[in-house]
C-alpha cells in the first residue's frame, strides 16, 4: 500500500470530514487549510461536517469555571487602562471643543509614553477668573509627577510675573513656582501633594519678579480652576 | 431552545461590534459549557482554564467572522473551544508548542440554507448514527472528536496500518453522512 494514497475529487467530503476531526497532521492538514480559504465549496463542506460532530459536545455536562478564570480572561482582552486617555480628555466635562484640542495637545507627551503603563491618574483642570483674560489648561499626571501647562490666552500684567499655587482645603497655598515665559510648561509636582491630587485647585497670582515673598501669594488671582479626574 | 440560540447569536454579533458587555455576557452564558468541553479534552482544570481562555479570545478576536461561516452559533462556539483543546492536547503530547495555529478552522464559505438544524434532536441522531457503525468506527470517530486522535494515533490504537485505519474509517464517515442525512 502506497504512503499517499490519490484521493480522488469526489473524496472532497472525505478530506472535509476528516479536516473537521483533525485526523490528517502535518502538510496534508496545512494544504487542507489553506484549500478552506480560497475554496468555498470545501470550507462549506468542512463546516457542514463540523455541524454533524458538534453533537458529540452535547452530552459533555456544563463545568462551572474556576472563579478567577472571567476576572483573568477580561484583565488578559482588556488591559488595566480601562479607557484611554485621549478618550477621557473627550468626555471631560466643562471644558470648550477648541479648549480640548489644546489639552489634548499637552497630553501627548503622555499619549506617546512608550511602553504600555497606563497614565493611570491623569487630572486636568481650565484656569480662568473673571474680569483676567488669563486662560490656562492643565494636565496633572500622576504617573510622571508634573503638571503640563499651555497658556490659551492673557498675558502677565507688565513688570509682573505669574506664579503657580495649588490651594488645598485647611493649607496654606503652596507655591509650585514662578511660570517661565513661553505658552507650554512642565512644572514639578511636589510628591507629598500626589496623596491629595484629586482635591487641588491651581491657580495663578501675578506677584513681582522672582516670585511670591515669602512663599504667600500677594499678588490678585488671575486664573483657577479645580483638576477634575480625567 | 430557539430563542436561547437567537440569543447567542445576538451576543456575537455585538461582540463582533467590540461590544464588551456583551462579551461578558456571552461568557456568564456558555463558559460553562466550554469549560466542560475543555475538561472532557484536556482533564486538567489548569489545562482547561488555559484553553478555555484562549477559546474566548478567539472568540473576541474573531466573532465578526462568525456570520460568514454558516454554522450555529453553539456550534461555532464548541467548535473552537473543542479544537482550541484539542491543539493544545496535541502540543502536550508532541511536547512541543504547536498551539498557536491561527485561523479557526473555520473559514467562510457563506450561510446555507440548511442550517437551522434543532441541535438536541441532531445530538440524538448523531447518537444514533454513531451507534449504527461497527463499534470500532464509531469509537475511532468519537476518539478522534474528543480525543484528538490523529489517523495515527488510531492506527496505533487499534495496531492496523495507517492507510488501512484512513480507508476504514473513511467508509465509517461515508456511513455516518448517510445515516445522518436519513
Known amino acids: ?230 | 431552545m430557539n430563542s436561547d440560540r437567537d440569543e447567542i447569536e445576538r451576543l456575537i454579533a455585538q461582540v463582533a461590534m467590540g461590544d464588551r458587555a456583551a462579551f461578558e455576557a456571552l461568557y456568564d452564558r456558555v463558559s460553562a459549557k466550554l469549560f466542560g468541553v475543555s475538561l472532557r479534552v484536556l482533564e486538567t482544570r489548569a489545562a482547561a482554564e488555559d484553553a478555555m481562555q484562549d477559546t474566548f479570545v478567539k472568540i473576541w478576536n474573531n466573532a465578526d467572522r462568525y456570520q460568514a461561516n454558516g454554522l450555529s452559533p453553539m456550534t461555532w462556539l464548541i467548535t473552537i473551544a473543542r479544537n482550541t483543546a484539542i491543539d493544545r492536547l496535541r502540543a502536550r503530547r508532541k511536547g512541543q508548542q504547536d498551539i498557536d495555529t491561527p485561523g479557526l478552522e473555520l473559514a467562510a464559505p457563506g450561510p446555507s440554507p440548511e442550517q437551522s438544524a434543532v441541535a438536541s434532536s441532531e445530538a440524538a441522531k448523531l447518537t444514533g448514527c454513531l451507534d449504527q457503525l461497527e463499534a470500532d468506527r464509531g469509537a475511532a470517530v468519537r476518539g478522534a472528536y474528543l480525543d484528538g486522535d490523529s489517523y495515527a494515533d488510531l492506527a496505533a490504537r487499534f495496531n492496523v496500518p495507517l492507510n488501512t485505519m484512513r480507508t476504514w474509517l473513511r467508509r465509517g464517515l461515508l456511513s455516518l453522512r448517510e445515516c445522518m442525512s436519513l
Open chain 1, 1 to 230: 500500500m502506497s504512503d499517499h494514497p490519490t484521493i480522488p475529487p469526489e473524496d472532497d467530503d472525505m478530506l472535509a470530514a476528516e479536516v473537521a476531526l483533525g485526523l490528517t497532521e502535518g502538510d496534508e492538514r496545512a494544504a487542507a487549510r489553506t484549500r478552506m480559504l480560497q475554496d468555498r465549496s470545501f470550507a462549506r463542506r468542512v463546516a457542514d461536517w463540523q455541524e454533524r460532530f458538534a453533537p458529540m459536545a452535547e452530552d459533555i455536562a456544563p463545568v462551572s469555571p474556576p472563579k478567577g478564570a472571567r476576572k483573568a480572561l477580561m484583565s488578559r482582552l482588556f488591559p488595566a487602562r480601562r479607557v484611554p486617555l485621549m478618550q477621557r480628555l473627550w468626555v471631560w466635562q466643562g471644558i470648550s471643543f477648541a479648549a480640548l484640542a489644546t489639552v489634548a495637545f499637552l497630553a501627548l507627551p503622555l499619549l506617546q509614553d512608550p511602553g504600555e503603563q497606563a497614565p493611570d491618574d491623569v487630572y486636568a483642570a481650565r484656569m480662568v477668573a473673571e474680569d483676567s483674560a488669563l486662560e490656562l489648561l492643565a494636565v496633572m499626571d500622576m504617573a510622571r509627577g508634573d503638571i503640563a501647562l499651555r497658556r490659551v490666552s492673557g498675558t502677565a500684567p507688565e513688570g509682573r510675573v505669574l506664579e503657580l499655587w495649588a490651594i488645598l482645603p485647611d493649607r496654606a497655598p503652596i507655591s509650585l513656582g514662578v511660570l517661565p515665559e513661553g505658552d507650554v510648561n512642565r512644572v514639578a509636582l511636589p510628591a507629598d501633594l500626589a496623596p491629595e491630587a484629586a482635591q487641588i485647585t491651581l491657580a495663578i497670582t501675578d506677584e513681582p519678579p522672582g516670585g511670591a515673598p515669602g512663599g504667600v501669594p500677594t499678588g490678585a488671582v488671575m486664573a483657577a480652576g479645580a483638576v477634575a479626574e480625567l
